[in-house]
């Protein structure tokens, strides 16, 4: 199956400040989801982003399939952004794979 | 327009027991996605159902098994429950294979 590599794994920030994640994965893919799940579990959908540039508000992301990665870029951070960014891919199967995820912190 | 909806929301059984746990997907949507959580993990695929048939299987024992009803919901069911399954079990819908939307998840534990 399709690996799916995330970096950093762990990622402290001050309030206000920039910061980028990124996603590689091992194969061609077909679909790509950025997660945020929060502290009580729920994964709130970012980004479905298989190529391209999106934006939404201080959130952005970038999918450059031919070199099989992906950024999520998270600008002016608030505390509100703590919690742990998933990557999930898909190819010509059925199911997502999962990344082990990045934990963010935002500091006040 | 509602989500995907899971319930229960928490779940306490012991080992060797059975357990059900039960999904509605959003409206529109045709497919049912089931995924296990274990702490400090990334979500695993489980299975997923699309016209009431099992599509793909991930790599779960047969203890594992699940349903999708006519109107599009679905079941798993956990039979002889071990300590490992303790987990977040989390359901995905989508509309054939888009974007999948996930719900709040169960926790179960087994103790």
């Known amino acids: 199956g399709i690996q799916v590599e995330q970096s950093p794994p762990d990622l402290i920030l001050q309030e206000g400040a920039n910061s980028t994640l990124r996603c590689n994965f091992s194969?061609?893919?077909?679909?790509l989801q950025w997660f945020h799940q929060n502290p009580w579990g729920q994964l709130i959908n970012l980004f479905y982003?298989?190529?391209g540039t999106k934006q939404n508000g201080r959130l952005s992301a970038t999918t450059v399939a031919t070199e099989r990665y992906s950024l999520l870029y998270i600008s002016s951070s608030q505390t509100t952004d703590s919690g742990v960014y998933f990557c999930a891919v898909g190819a010509n199967d059925y199911k997502l794979s999962f990344g082990a995820g990045t934990t963010v912190t935002v500091r006040a | 327009d509602a989500g995907v909806t899971q319930s229960p929301t928490h779940l306490i059984k012991t080992r060797g027991q059975q357990v059900t746990l039960r999904c509605s997907p959003k409206?529109?949507?045709?497919?049912v996605s089931w995924y296990q959580q274990a702490l400090g993990q990334g979500p695993q695929f489980i299975f997923q159902?699309?016209?009431?048939?099992?599509?793909q299987r991930g790599n779960f024992p047969d203890r594992f098994s699940g349903h999708q009803f006519p109107n599009y919901s679905s079941e798993l069911n956990v039979n002889a429950l071990l300590l490992g399954d303790s987990a977040l079990y989390l359901c995905a819908s989508s509309f054939s294979q888009s974007e999948q939307f996930f719900g709040p998840g169960t926790r179960l534990t087994v103790l």
């Open positions: 159902y699309y016209e009431e048939e099992e599509r």
């Open positions: 409206s529109g949507h045709d497919t």
């Open positions: 194969d061609s893919v077909n679909n």
């Open positions: 982003i298989p190529s």
